[in-house]
């Protein structure tokens, strides 16, 4: 089955610097990648998502990185603010239904964004 | 426009004492998935629909039951909750064929034992 291994447990910047929190995935199966923010007490939130046939993908101060070659993937935070402090979740996930449907997550990097 | 919804928020039970947490979902999704989450941890698939096929994670345990009577309901009973049941019940769904990759999750019903 899918592993990801995410790293670090925990990161704390200074407000303005940039975040990157990285993750190995195990199945050259997997096909797609999300990253959530989890909120203390909250739904995960999806913020940004990649497919294995693109490389990086941006949306405003966040961006994703895929290396499929060496099954990893990354989120860089550019800029940070005070509220982007929370757990961030890496995921991977095997579309279809022969591979169950499933998304594997990280174990959650926690965030803290100090001002 | 709730997309996906839990009831309740907020669940306190007794040790030993069954309970069930309810999900519907408007988005007429043909997956749902129960995920169990635990302080400062991942969430941790229990199970998952596929229409009204079952699908168990190996490791749930047997305390742990669901239903999906229709698309747009799925419950998750926990027959003889034990004080390390307690966490937040995640609810998702998705639409495996030509929906997107998105998981869309519910706000969760946080269960404490006592």
């Known amino acids: 089955g899918e592993n990801v291994e995410q790293h670090p447990s925990t990161l704390s910047v200074q407000e303005g610097d940039s975040a990157v929190i990285k993750c190995t995935y195990s199945d050259s199966a997997s096909n797609y990648f999300p990253w959530y923010k989890q909120e203390l007490g909250k739904r995960p939130q999806l913020i940004i998502d990649?497919?294995?046939?693109?490389g990086e993908k941006k949306d405003q101060r966040i961006a994703v990185t895929l290396n499929k070659t060496a099954k990893h993937f990354s989120l860089h935070i550019t800029e940070t603010q005070p509220e982007d402090s929370a757990v961030y979740f890496c995921?991977?996930?095997?579309?279809?239904?022969?591979?169950?449907?499933?998304?594997?997550f990280g174990a959650g990097t926690i965030l803290r964004v100090k001002s | 426009d709730a997309m996906v919804i839990q009831n309740p928020r907020y669940q306190v039970t007794q040790f030993g004492k069954p309970v069930t947490l309810s999900c519907s979902q408007t988005?007429?999704?043909?997956?749902m998935y129960w995920y169990q989450q635990k302080s400062s941890q991942a969430p941790k698939l229990l199970f998952h629909?596929?229409?009204?096929?079952?699908?168990n994670e190996a490791d749930t345990p047997d305390n742990f039951q669901s239903r999906r009577p229709n698309t747009s309901f799925c419950f998750l009973d926990i027959r003889s909750p034990g004080l390390g049941d307690a966490a937040m019940y995640l609810c998702a769904t998705k639409e495996l064929l030509g929906g997107g990759n998105e998981q869309f999750f519910g706000p969760g019903t946080r269960l404490t034992v006592l």
């Open positions: 995921a991977a996930y095997l579309v279809g239904v022969e591979y169950g449907n499933k998304l594997v």
């Open positions: 988005l007429n999704h043909n997956v």
């Open positions: 629909y596929y229409d009204k096929d079952f699908n």
């Open positions: 990649i497919r294995s046939n693109v």
